[in-house]
């Protein structure tokens, strides 16, 4: 990486910092937090749905399928092409239901706490998961365009591989954000 690659790297990141405490600013009660007070406009539930169907990823998958199994190979990705049109109604759907999360309803709906409790135990877990495997494959992309001052990619700090420094460092910073704006914050970053 080069000088000005830094330089829009670190405006990235103090832009995020800025939404951040903008967001936390904002939040007043629970329901702030986890429904960003039930205030989001069209425009960020367009991004946010955008965001949550799409990756940065699909290109690629997408010309790589096309190239080795010729044009059906797109569908590798296109499929979610069915699924957007839920997206829009589940927006619509989960902001009006007046529950914090999935669990509550459950709970209310089924009148079963287990279920809710059920729901909540798969939520933590999936997402332990599925945060392990990005953080470790922006630690893995990261890693090998961090260079010293020689330009040559640093390897390790210390005792330990950059891999290693990176996963949990990527980890708190994704943690404090969430903590710090809750869903607003996600929705403004899916916009920007």
């Known amino acids: ?3 000005p690659d830094y330089i829009v790297l670190g405006c990235y990141f103090v832009l995020l910092v800025v939404i951040g405490v903008y967001c936390m600013r904002r939040i007043k009660h629970q329901e702030d937090f986890f429904m960003g007070g039930r205030g989001f406009g069209k425009l960020l539930q367009t ?3 955008f965001g949550a169907g799409t990756g940065s990823n699909d290109p690629i998958q997408t010309a790589r399928n096309s190239y080795t ?5 797109m569908w590798s990705v296109m499929y979610w092409l069915f699924v957007t049109p839920f997206y829009w109604i589940t ?3 989960y902001r009006r239901m007046r529950h914090m999360t999935l669990g509550d309803w459950y709970v209310e709906r ?3 706490k287990p279920l809710g409790a059920a ?3 798969f939520g933590v877990t999936f997402f332990m998961i599925y945060g392990s495997m990005f953080f470790t494959a922006i630690a893995k992309t990261a890693a090998p ?3 010293g001052g020689d330009g040559v990619p640093i390897e390790t700090i210390g005792p330990f591989e950059l891999n290693q420094v990176l996963i949990p460092v990527i980890g708190v910073i994704v943690v404090l954000y969430g903590i710090a704006g809750g869903l607003t914050a996600a929705y403004f970053t899916d916009l920007i």
Not at 69 to 73: C, D, E, I, R, T
């Open 145 to 147: 365009m961090i260079t």
């Open 119 to 121: 729901y909540s135990i």
């Open 1 to 3: 990486m080069t000088f």
């Open 91 to 93: 927006g619509v759907w």
């Open 110 to 112: 089924y009148e079963s």
């Open 69 to 73: 199994g010729g044009v059906s190979g």
């Open 47 to 49: 991004f946010a749905a």
